[in-house]
């Protein structure tokens, strides 16, 4: 060991640690958010039993303590009954509950309630990020899309219809699946209030999805074949991140291959680099674009994280790797959506998979805070006010 690496750091080297600055960041904050969250849960909940000295603990469950009581909202964020008021909070959370597009493993229709269960787990502050997400953005909980079991195009209608009507409400929507075959109507859904403006598609994910039909329907391995038939989401913006292993069906390559679109492997990513994976993303995902819609299949993680999963994988991409990816693409793109796919509780261990689900979700409302995307003070550009229902073609 050299005198050099046995010097202590200096002060001023210290200062820079990303601890420290977190540190500071923290003090930065307000309370405002959880002092009325307080406040209202002694106006609502009643205030506590003589014995207890905390005075700020309420008779019933309100809010987001203790984490294990209470209703499970996302986040122990408020339930919007009244879809209708979707429009006055920053951040919609929607459960889509559908599984009739899996080909194999079913239970994604349970992801939704898993997802929001976990949930409970986490607190809206990020240490590293310096976020509260309750002081800084207004979330909701608007419940589940009524999807229709075992028939995938009344559902497709169902989501299409549900997103559309959150995305034009100028709340940003964030998606909780359902399998992948939600993807399509999701698209479909923002595609109605694009107007003539364009949507670029960064899909997290070991298997392609681009297949036509899958058992003579569109089913979870369809839905960016469908969805880039739209103009408002050309095949030339969609990009691939993770794509590789035993579970990649040739007719969907052949897709790829004949529209251009844009693939990175795990072994890509990894001998370019995380900040050059994530460069080529956007480039790729914001030529010619107004916004980018991210869909992040949860299998893209290596199958020994995420077991929770219908079609695990191994070889993914570590959960580490897959976040920063995450960080570097919606701090640095005009970010219109989530959706949090193939999250099947029944093969899940412990929460893991429905608890790595949680962390993207609340990682990237944390980035488009940082990157001033959230809160809104006014409704994105690119979304039009005027619904175009005729996007796609009419398939059967």
Known sequence: MTEES???????DSAATEANQALAKEAQLPLTGWQQEVSQGLEFGLEAAESIRDRSISTFSRGELPHFAGINTFLKAPYIEDVRKVGNYDVAIVGVPHDSGTTYRPGTRFGPQGIRRISALYTPYNFELGVDLREQITLCDVGDIFTIPANNEKSFDQISKGIAHIFSSGAFPIILGGDH?????????ICRHLGDKKVGIIHFDRHVDTQETDLDERMHTCP???ATNMANAPAKNLVQLGIGGWQVPRQGVKVCRERATNILTVTDIMEMGLDAAADFALEKA???????????????????????????????L???EALYLL????QNAPICGLEVVEVSPPYDVSDMTAL?????????MAHLVVSGQLPRSEKPAYIQAEANMNVDQRWS
Do not use: N, Q, Y
């Open 181 to 189: 075959s939600i993807g399509f109507p999701t698209v479909r859904g």
């Open 318 to 320: 570590l959960p580490r």
């Open 6 to 12: 046995r010097t202590p750091a200096s002060s001023s």
């Open 356 to 364: 790595m689900a949680t962390r993207v979700i609340c990682d990237t």
């Open 224 to 226: 960016w074949f469908h």
């Open 327 to 330: 960080k570097k693409i919606v």
């Open 286 to 316: 914001l030529d010619g674009t107004d916004c980018v819609w991210i869909s992040f299949d949860i299998d893209c993680i290596d199958a020994g994280f995420v077991p929770g999963t219908g079609w695990p994988e191994p070889g993914g």
